[in-house]
């Protein structure tokens, strides 16, 4: 049985910094490809992150620069570092394996002042 759990969301600033983290069970974590979803109130999902198997990241447009993908194969997790928060960067988080629909539940992540 496949298991994301999504963790580290909470209240912060406006500037502030939160780190999510995302462990996965259930599979072979170090040959997926993990990434980080949100989804705002009334807005479609979005893709914000991606880190490939070996390492490889991409990152949406709107977080570039001030958001980092990384993972810990030996903890089988996947985290987002988040610096420089916006009150636009307010969503519901979740994580996801990139080619199989295995779905986190989400972590709410609230940036205001």
């Known amino acids: 049985q496949v298991q994301l759990v999504e963790s580290g969301g909470g209240l912060v600033q406006p500037g502030g910094s939160l780190r999510l983290s995302c462990a996965a069970s259930?599979?072979?974590?170090?040959?997926?490809?993990m990434a980080w979803y949100r989804q705002a109130t009334g807005k479609q999902r979005e893709l914000v992150a991606a880190i490939g198997s070996a390492g490889i990241t991409n990152y949406a447009d709107s977080v570039k620069g001030r958001f980092t993908i990384s993972r810990d194969n030996s903890k089988n997790t996947v985290y987002l570092q988040m610096n420089s928060l916006k009150p636009e960067d307010t969503a519901v988080y979740y994580c996801k394996t990139v080619n199989f629909e295995y779905w986190g539940q989400g972590t709410q992540v609230t940036v205001s002042s």
């Open positions: 259930g599979i072979i974590f170090r040959i997926y490809a």
